[in-house]
């Protein structure tokens, strides 16, 4: 898949919907001007700083292998990246729907009124009944996938899962990794940092929390000191600020406008930023969801004549009367109904409008 970013906000807005989508080839050709007097190492700069974000496909990458070239002569740089995580694309697609329907299944043994403290207790709760914390040395041991597949795996897996599911039950979460204390030594490990009530991030311990009454965290300054006595972790690489900026950069995403050509249904258009699929996403009126909603960390599948669609924490489920074929639906039937954001046709461009 290629993008053409025309801006520094647009390159970034790229890099972060092909990991979204977990794609495993793609490039990003843009002007060579984006980047300053050394296009060369900012380029190279923007593009590790995007790859150590605190997000859901970061935790799940194994390797990239990325290639810099800049063009003196038409004035650009292409950037060619080659990367592999633990899942492939579509199983994550189906993870993100799922994910909403475990939220579901948790909300409904919540009371009325139920607040932050008795959700994170809920979920916990729900983790401890289904999961236990086993390491084989299989890459699916920190996989979320792997981890809903097997029921068992490591601190990895556990704290991106977390991240999938929380924000369906009104928690947004991120991830965080350092050490741990096992009670004889400390290792590699990896939890969550979740938005509180109080209008600050905080970090709680999942993994930690299979084997303990309460979930281990930094609510109370009490909690916090405990919290500390079992972890260790880089707090100026991993500060709240930037889990507050990558939050905001993944809403912004989801807000953007959607833009498909009839002339080329290979070509779409998202917030401003050009790109051509390796098929196509537009025919006949219809529109073939699945690539669109996995570039902006959404997911969406057929359950019967049923679309569930999942997009920024909210799920969507909209009937569906005419068949879906190799993936498309029609454009005025599902998308105008659906409430997860608004299309219209103008002349040979599909306009798709997202609700953030």
């Given at each position: 898949?290629?993008f053409f970013?025309?801006s ?20 990003l050709?843009?002007?060579?001007s ?5 296009p060369?190492e900012s380029a ?10 605190s997000?859901f496909?970061?935790?799940?990458m ?6 810099y ?12 990246v ?5 899942s492939?694309g ?11 329907d475990?939220?579901e299944s948790?909300k ?5 009124n ?9 979920y916990q ?9 086993k390491?084989?040395?299989?890459t699916r041991?920190h996989?979320?996938v ?9 601190c990895?897996?556990i ?7 929380l924000?369906?039950l009104?928690?947004?979460a991120?991830?965080v990794c350092g ?8 290792g590699?490990?990896a939890?969550n940092a979740?938005?509180a ?11 930690f ?11 109370t ?6 919290f500390r006595?079992?972890h260790?972790?880089d707090?100026?690489a991993?500060?709240p600020?930037l ?20 002339n080329?249904?290979?070509?779409a ?11 196509p996403v537009?025919?006949?009126?219809c529109?073939?969801?699945?690539p669109?909603?996995t570039?902006l ?14 997009l ?7 009937p569906c009367?005419?068949?879906i074929?190799?993936?498309f639906v029609?454009?005025?039937e599902?998308l ?8 219209e046709?103008?002349?040979g461009m599909?306009?798709?409008k997202l609700k953030?």
């Amino acid at each position: 898949m290629k993008f053409f970013p025309k801006s520094a906000d647009g390159f970034l807005s790229a890099m972060m919907m092909a990991e979204n989508a977990l794609l495993r080839d793609f490039s990003l050709n843009c002007p060579a001007s984006l980047f300053g007097a050394e296009p060369m190492e900012s380029a190279k700069k923007a593009v590790k700083s995007c790859m150590t974000l605190s997000s859901f496909p970061c935790a799940q990458m194994l390797k990239t292998n990325t290639r810099y070239v800049h063009d003196f002569a038409k004035r650009t740089l292409t950037v060619t990246v080659n990367a592999r995580y633990m899942s492939t694309g579509k199983e994550v697609n189906d993870l993100r729907c799922i994910a909403a329907d475990i939220a579901e299944s948790i909300k409904r043994g919540l009371p009325e009124n139920t607040d932050f403290f008795q959700v994170i207790a809920a979920y916990q709760s729900w983790l401890k009944r289904f999961f236990v914390y086993k390491k084989t040395g299989a890459t699916r041991d920190h996989a979320a996938v792997g981890l809903l597949q097997t029921r068992q795996g490591v601190c990895q897996a556990i704290a991106a899962l977390s991240m999938v599911i929380l924000p369906h039950l009104g928690i947004l979460a991120r991830y965080v990794c350092g050490e741990g204390y096992s009670g004889t030594d400390w290792g590699p490990h990896a939890w969550n940092a979740v938005w509180a009530p109080n209008g600050a991030w905080h970090q709680v311990d999942f993994t930690f929390g299979l084997h303990r009454k309460t979930t281990p965290n930094t609510f109370t300054l009490r909690d916090d000191l405990s919290f500390r006595e079992l972890h260790r972790w880089d707090e100026v690489a991993q500060s709240p600020a930037l889990f507050q900026n990558v939050q905001t950069l993944e809403n912004r995403l989801q807000a953007k406008t959607v833009l498909l050509f009839a002339n080329n249904p290979f070509k779409a258009e998202i917030g401003g930023v050009p790109m051509l699929f390796d098929e196509p996403v537009l025919q006949n009126g219809c529109v073939r969801l699945l690539p669109l909603l996995t570039l902006l960390g959404g997911g969406c599948e057929l359950l019967e004549d049923m679309l569930h669609i999942v997009l920024g924490g909210k799920t969507h489920r909209i009937p569906c009367g005419t068949p879906i074929s190799n993936g498309f639906v029609p454009i005025n039937e599902v998308l105008a109904q659906s409430g997860f954001c608004t299309a219209e046709q103008r002349g040979g461009m599909v306009v798709v409008k997202l609700k953030p």
